[in-house]
């Protein structure tokens, strides 16, 4: 999980932060202590978290492969969290060396390490913005300096709008993202959902909520609204080891076979 709901100005290492606790739950190092303590609260309440946070990783590598593969070239990812390799630009500029990408976060410990996300190809380009996603406006203002608006882009918001509360409108905010996007360009969203676990997943949130970040998990139907007037690339809105499985891909809850809570969707606008 990224964080939709703090200032980029300065670093707060008195509460935790939704950007550490997913670096933690990847077994990064770039946490803190309260970091730690409450994503060991979380793991304690649902101990596939840290494979669900892989799921979204690898969810995220997939989407971003097969758009470059049907010649997308340019990228907006908003909530890109800590620097976890391969990051979104490696995928793609793989694929299509020229692509261009901009990442999008509020976290100032991204922006310490946003140097690691701006290693393109010479015939590429990568760019870090610092925004928040409740303001949309600025980011694609900021993004215009790098994208053309005249063409495609693809916009990733994974594992992000679960961190946006419904008084935020994150059906607004993706309206917003999207209406100066070109025709034929797309949208990529994964969300946690409590659809199989409802009560674990009240205290999950209420872990994130007491450190002072929104949290939000939706239903199916609640997720399938964020992608109203697009075309849905098959299978549609399904779990994430169900969409485009690769073999040996993170998905599976090890303790006993049932799937990781976490919706995803690829979409094309019109």
Sequence with gaps: MTDAGRSADHLDTGKPHSARMYDYFLGGKDNYPVDAEAADQVISLFPAVR???????????????????????QFLDIGTGIPTEP??????QDIAPHARVVYADNDPIVLRHA???????????TAYVAGDVREPGKIIAAAR????????????????????????EPRRIVRDLLEPLASGSWLTLSHATGDFDPETWERVVEVYRK?????????RAEFTEFFTGLELVDPGVVL?????PEPGAPGQDRRGGEE???YVAVARKP
Excluded: C, Y
């Design 51 to 73: 494979e669900m946070a892989r799921t979204n990783r690898s969810f995220m590598h997939r989407a971003s492969r097969l758009l470059a593969e049907q010649g997308v070239d």
């Design 211 to 219: 450190g002072g970040t929104a949290a939000q998990v939706r239903t």
């Design 240 to 244: 994430a080891a169900r969409w485009h």
């Design 87 to 92: 990051n979104l630009h490696q995928i793609v």
């Design 145 to 168: 300096d790098t994208l053309d608006f005249s063409r495609p882009i693809a916009l990733s918001l994974v594992a992000l709008l679960h961190l946006v509360a419904d008084a935020d």
């Design 260 to 262: 990781i809570p976490l």
């Design 115 to 125: 140097e690691a996300l701006l290693h393109s190809t010479r015939e590429g380009k």
